[in-house]
C-alpha cells in the first residue's frame, strides 16, 4: 500500500507598513523607485551616537492589524529587542526588532472554503521591526543599498495549520486583502511590502506529530509561493519513500529555473543572542490610545460579505466580487441607497460595466469621476425608458471622461429615447411604407422579419427608440 502524505505548512510574513516616515527616524518610509543609499540618515544607517525615535504611525498599523486578526492579547506593555547579526546591508550589526515581549499574542485569519465553514489559520505572533538594507548583485560585484534600512515591517507568523499550496496562496490573498483594506500597507509583493517565508514538511496522514522542515526564503509572488511549495513537498515526499531523512535546510527558490536550492542549514534563535534594545523605551498602548485606534477599525471583508449576502440578498458570487476591495464594496452601498430600488440590479451594472471601467483604466472605485449616485441615476433612467441600455452603458463613459452628471449629459445631446408615440408611430409606417416586400414576407408567415423592422427604425432614431416599445408598435401596425 501507497501511504500517503498530508503537508503541515506555516507561513512567516513581513509586512511593509506604508506610514510617511521609516521606524526610528525621519527618513521618507518608501524609496520605491529611488536611487540607491538616497534615502538615509545616520539613525537608518547606524551611525555612532544616534539614538532611535519610534513612529507612532507604526505602532498604531501594527495595533490594526492584530486587532483585525482577533489577538488574544494586543499588550499594553511590549519590547524591543536587539537581534544580532552580521550582514553586509545591516549596518549596524544588529536588527531593532521585538522577541520576548511583542506587541500582541495569537489571533487567526479565516480562510473562506468553497463548501463548508472557513478555516482558521492560527497567528501565533505578531511584532514590530525594523527592514535592513539590500544587496544587489552585479557580476562578481556585490552592492549595498541601505534605502530600505529603517523601514517598518510587521512579522506575523502562522501556526503549521495549512495543509496545501493551495491553502497557502490562499492565505496570503486574504491576507493581501485585509492590508489594503486596512490601509496599513500597499501590499503588493513584486514591490516587497509583502514577502513570505514558507516552513514545509510532511508526516503521515493522520498523524499528530510535526517531522523536520525546511524553510523556503525569497519567494514574491503568490503564484511562486505555490509553486514552490509543492515543489518542495514532492521533493520530501520523494526523499522519505527514498528512506533518506528530510534535514532543516534554508531553501532559495529560483523563479526562472523553478527549483529550490540549498542557502544554508538553518540559524538557530540562540546565534541571534538577543537582549532587551537598551536605547528605547518599551511600547506603552495606554487605554485610551489604544481606543482611539480601534475606533476607526473598518467592518472586515468576510464579514461584510457576509452581510451583503443577508441584507441585500446578493448570491455569493456578487458579494465576494463586491468585497475584494473596500473602496468598491463601499462604492455599492453608496450606489444602492441612491438607486433605492433592487441592490442585484446595482450589483449587475457594477460587476459588469463599472469593473470593466475601473480594470482598464487601473483605478480604485473611489477614484472614479462617475459618483454612486450617478450610477443610480443612470440606472433609473434605464429602468424608465427614459435612455436604452446601450445609451446607459455609454453614459458610463461619457460621465467618467467628462466629470458632468447624467442628467445634463442626456438633455445636452438629446439622447433620451424617442418618447413621442406620435412620432415613433410615423416613422415606423414609414418605414412599412418603404418595404413592401418585407411586410409581405412577415405576413406570409417570416415572423423573425420583427427584428429587422426593429433594427430599420433604431438606425433612424440613431438608436434611441426603446427596443420593447418600438416591437410593440410594430407588431400592431403589422397584426392583420
Ligand atoms: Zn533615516
Request: charged share 20%; aromatic share 4%.
Given at each position: 500500500m501507497i501511504p500517503t502524505y498530508e503537508p503541515v505548512i506555516g507561513l512567516e510574513t513581513h509586512i511593509q507598513l506604508n506610514t510617511n516616515s521609516k521606524i526610528f527616524c525621519a527618513c521618507k518610509a518608501d524609496s520605491w523607485?529611488?536611487?540607491?543609499?538616497?534615502?538615509?540618515c545616520p539613525v537608518c544607517t547606524g551611525l555612532p551616537g544616534v539614538l532611535p525615535v519610534l513612529n507612532r504611525a507604526a505602532v498604531e498599523k501594527a495595533v490594526r492589524l492584530a486587532a483585525a486578526m482577533q489577538a488574544e492579547s494586543i499588550q499594553s506593555l511590549s519590547y524591543f529587542a536587539r537581534k544580532n547579526y552580521f550582514y553586509p546591508d545591516l549596518p549596524k550589526g544588529y536588527q531593532i526588532s521585538q522577541y520576548d515581549e511583542p506587541l500582541a499574542r495569537g489571533g487567526q485569519l479565516d480562510l473562506p472554503m468553497p463548501d463548508g465553514p472557513p478555516r482558521h489559520i492560527s497567528i501565533t505572533k505578531l511584532h514590530l521591526e525594523e527592514d535592513a538594507g539590500k544587496t544587489v548583485h552585479d557580476g562578481e560585484r556585490r552592492l549595498i543599498d541601505f534605502?530600505?534600512?529603517g523601514v517598518p515591517l510587521i512579522e506575523m507568523v502562522t501556526g503549521p495549520d495549512l495543509r496545501s499550496a493551495d491553502e497557502a496562496a490562499q492565505y496570503l490573498i486574504r491576507l493581501r486583502q485585509l492590508l489594503r483594506w486596512l490601509g496599513i500597507s500597499e501590499a503588493e509583493m513584486e514591490k516587497g511590502h509583502l514577502r513570505c517565508d514558507a516552513n514545509v514538511s510532511i508526516r503521515p496522514a493522520g498523524a499528530d506529530y510535526l517531522n523536520p522542515k525546511t524553510e523556503i526564503k525569497n519567494v514574491n509572488s503568490i503564484d511562486a509561493v505555490r509553486q514552490a511549495i509543492q515543489t518542495e513537498i514532492e521533493r520530501q515526499i520523494r526523499e522519505v519513500e527514498a528512506g533518506r531523512p528530510i534535514q532543516a535546510w534554508t531553501l532559495e527558490w529560483d523563479e526562472d529555473n523553478g527549483s529550490l536550492h540549498k542557502m544554508r542549514s538553518k540559524e538557530t534563535?540562540?546565534?541571534?543572542?538577543y537582549f532587551r534594545e537598551p536605547d528605547l523605551l518599551p511600547i506603552r498602548l495606554e487605554d485610551a490610545w489604544r481606543s482611539e485606534i480601534l475606533a476607526g477599525l473598518p467592518e472586515l471583508p468576510l464579514a461584510r460579505r457576509a452581510r451583503f449576502q443577508e441584507s441585500y440578498r446578493l448570491p455569493a458570487y456578487d458579494a465576494e466580487i463586491l468585497t475584494e476591495e473596500r473602496s468598491l464594496s463601499e462604492y455599492f452601498e453608496a450606489a444602492v441607497a441612491a438607486h433605492g430600488g433592487e441592490p442585484k440590479a446595482v450589483s449587475n451594472w457594477l460587476m459588469n460595466d463599472v469593473l470593466r471601467m475601473l480594470r482598464e483604466r487601473g483605478l480604485?472605485?473611489?477614484?472614479?469621476?462617475?459618483l454612486p449616485g450617478d450610477l443610480a441615476e443612470i440606472i433609473r433612467m434605464v429602468d424608465a425608458h427614459t435612455i436604452t441600455t446601450n445609451t446607459g452603458k455609454e453614459l458610463l463613459e461619457k460621465v467618467e471622461a467628462t466629470g458632468r452628471r447624467p442628467a445634463e449629459i442626456v438633455a445636452d445631446e438629446g439622447l433620451?429615447?424617442?418618447?413621442d408615440e406620435g412620432e415613433l408611430r410615423v416613422l415606423a409606417e414609414a418605414i412599412l411604407a418603404e418595404n413592401p416586400g418585407q411586410v409581405a414576407a412577415y405576413k406570409a408567415g417570416k415572423l423573425t422579419l420583427i427584428g429587422w423592422f426593429v433594427g430599420q427604425v433604431m438606425r433612424k432614431t440613431g438608436g434611441k427608440a426603446d427596443p420593447q416599445r418600438t416591437r410593440a408598435l410594430l407588431e400592431e401596425l403589422l397584426s392583420p
Open positions: 523607485g529611488e536611487a540607491p543609499n538616497t534615502n538615509i534605502n530600505r534600512c534563535e540562540a546565534d541571534y543572542r480604485s472605485a473611489g477614484q472614479l469621476r462617475l433620451a429615447v424617442v418618447a
